[in-house]
């Protein structure tokens, strides 16, 4: 495997449901990184790791929780999800997070949820 | 008010020809900017990553940054179908990536 995995590729699940998402960067970077996509709206940052740590939480709602085990690893667990929580999220990764060139991002192909 | 703004579109243009993508950024203190490119239903993949004044050119793309005007730009010389894809400008502001919202570019065969 090389650059960014995702996993699942989609993903259909009930509010009620418990579920995961997975990425793993094989670049050796320091950082990743959740976004949201939704149809017509820009890319919305929704976590930040940077050496595991979490450095950003954009505001978003506690169904959606986090995890970075290792800088290779991250996970979104999601719970009581609503419709509208329907949309593609992406993950990506960057050498570093320090706001300058090294921090060039890279996408895994991003795990389309539907919320029933 | 958006930190990134760019053209929705549609942009079309005619397999040849140069396409050209506007984006405005709100923070004056931004120093880096990307420009990544996401075919319908897929990633975004960077296209270019640009830090200076001026223009920077990478095969048929040219990326042009303006920081007094807080504009960059992309110019896709010698148009063909498969450059038919959503643009997206993003840049760096507060340590994070804000992408603008994307022009779609299609191109006519």
């Known amino acids: 495997e090389t650059g960014v995995t995702q996993t699942p590729r989609h993903l259909v699940m009930g509010m009620t449901n418990k579920k995961s998402l997975k990425c793993e960067q094989h670049?050796?970077?320091?950082?990743m990184y959740w976004y949201k996509q939704s149809a017509k709206k820009p890319l919305e940052l929704m976590f930040v790791?940077?050496?595991?740590?979490?450095?950003e939480n954009n505001s978003v709602p506690s169904r959606f929780s986090p995890e970075c085990p290792n800088s290779s690893h991250l996970f979104l667990h999601l719970h009581t999800l609503q419709p509208e929580d329907s949309a593609l999220y992406l993950c990506?990764?960057?050498?570093?997070?320090?706001?300058?060139?090294?921090?060039?991002?890279?996408f895994g192909p991003g795990t389309r949820l539907t919320v029933l | 008010q958006k930190e990134v703004e760019q053209n929705s579109g549609p942009l079309s243009v005619p397999e040849g020809a140069i396409a050209s993508l506007n984006c405005t950024y709100s923070?004056?203190?931004?120093?880096?900017f990307f420009w990544y490119r996401q075919y319908s239903g897929k990633s975004p993949e960077l296209i270019m990553s640009?830090?200076?004044?001026g223009d920077k050119e990478d095969g048929r793309f040219t990326a042009q940054l303006n920081k007094a005007s807080q504009y960059v730009s992309l110019l896709i010389r010698d148009s063909q179908p498969s450059d038919s894809a959503t643009y997206l400008c993003?840049?760096?502001?507060?340590?994070?990536?804000?992408f603008g919202a994307g022009t779609t570019v299609t191109v006519r065969a």
């Open positions: 990506a990764s960057s050498q570093v997070f320090s706001g300058g060139a090294k921090d060039t991002q890279y």
């Open positions: 670049l050796g970077h320091n950082a």
């Open positions: 790791y940077s050496l595991e740590e979490r450095v």
């Open positions: 923070d004056r203190g931004s120093q880096s």
């Open positions: 640009i830090y200076s004044n």
């Open positions: 993003a840049v760096i502001s507060d340590y994070k990536l804000s």
